[in-house]
T-cell receptor, first 110, second 112 residues
């Protein structure tokens, strides 16, 4: 079974800090790498990465994919308490199956 | 425009019982995927439905079955419930393959 490994599993920082979340994956049948934010129940889509080395940005969030080393990072700058959530990384295969990691639980202290 | 909706919100069952969870996809979407998310874990893919047929399946036993209706809504059925089936069950819809999946709020199932 393909694996997606996220690190760290949990992280506590102060408001205003910058955080980097890591995601490594196995390459079988790869189509894209996905990032989601999960606060209460429904994961909400953040980024879809298909090409290596191209950074995607949305406000204070950015993400990049390295297809050679099989990993992705999600950066959040100038963190706010509203960024507290579980961040999920997932690998989407050509068969459209999505394999999720366990997530990184991020807590931002005011 | 309503997003993905799921019912019920919460459900409590006892071991051995059967349960049916329901999902209505986002307007314009024709593909529905189901996931099981245990506490502290990422969602695990159960199966995907398209054109009323199961198209992909994850590593779940036959106790887990589903159905998609002509209006693209879907049901997840779980028979002979086990304590380990307690989880948040998420439904996600998309238009075709390879496109962004939108998740519903989930159904929290507790098996006693």
């Amino acid at each position: 079974e393909d694996k997606v490994v996220q690190s760290p599993l949990s992280l506590v920082v102060h408001e205003g800090d910058t955080v980097t979340l890591n995601c490594s994956y196995e390459v079988t049948n790869f189509r894209s790498l996905l990032w989601y934010k999960q606060e209460k129940k429904a994961p909400t889509f953040l980024f879809m990465l298909t090409s290596s080395g191209i950074e995607k940005k949305s406000g204070r969030l950015s993400s990049i994919l390295d297809k050679k080393e099989l990993f992705s990072i999600l950066n959040i700058t100038a963190t706010q308490t509203g960024d507290s959530a579980v961040y999920l990384c997932a690998r989407r295969g050509r068969d459209d199956k999505i394999i999720f990691g366990k997530g990184t639980r991020l807590h931002i202290l005011p | 425009d309503a997003g993905v909706t799921q019912s019920p919100t919460h459900l409590i069952k006892t071991r051995g019982q059967q349960v049916t969870l329901r999902c209505s996809p986002k307007s314009g979407h024709d593909t529905v995927s189901w996931y099981q998310q245990a506490l502290g874990q990422g969602p695990q893919f159960i199966f995907q439905y398209y054109e009323e047929e199961e198209r992909q399946r994850g590593n779940f036993p036959d106790r887990f079955s589903g159905h998609q209706f002509p209006n693209y809504s879907s049901e997840l059925n779980v028979n002979a419930l086990l304590l380990g089936d307690s989880a948040l069950y998420l439904c996600a819809s998309s238009y075709g393959q390879g496109n962004e999946q939108f998740f519903g709020p989930g159904t929290r199932l507790t098996v006693l």
